[in-house]
């Protein structure tokens, strides 16, 4: 079983800057596409950006330019540096994974974190 925790979320003025992490247990983190999704209140949760194991990037075209998705192996963590925040991005973010980039479900989700951008 993996299990993902977030961290990172706060309140921040538009145009200001913010990185979350999401630390991942288990033997394989390596080899996950890892991804970042958001909610919105009232809202569906979303796709935001996700990388494979080889470093290959996707974006929601809102955060083109904006978000930076990585990762670090060695330290099993997946970071989301989000610049330029505007009241939009408020939402919770969530950390999701799956072993398989084939895979059209994402396997293990994290609690979520608060995201709030005032204007």
């Known amino acids: 079983q993996v299990e993902l925790v977030e961290s990172g979320g706060g309140l921040v003025q538009a145009g200001g800057s913010l990185r979350l992490s999401c630390v991942a247990s288990?033997?394989?983190?390596?080899?996950?596409?890892m991804a970042w999704f958001r909610q919105a209140p009232g809202k569906e949760r979303d796709f935001v950006a996700s990388i494979n194991y080889s470093r290959n990037t996707y974006y929601r075209d809102s955060v083109k330019g904006r978000f930076t998705i990585s990762r670090d192996n060695a330290k099993r963590t997946v970071y989301l540096q989000m610049n330029s925040l505007q009241p939009e991005d408020t939402a919770i973010y969530y950390c999701?994974?799956?072993?398989?980039?084939?895979?059209?479900?994402?396997?293990?989700w994290g609690q979520g974190t608060q995201v709030t951008v005032s204007s």
């Open positions: 999701a994974g799956k072993e398989s980039s084939y895979s059209p479900n994402y396997n293990y």
């Open positions: 288990g033997p394989t983190f390596s080899s996950y596409h």
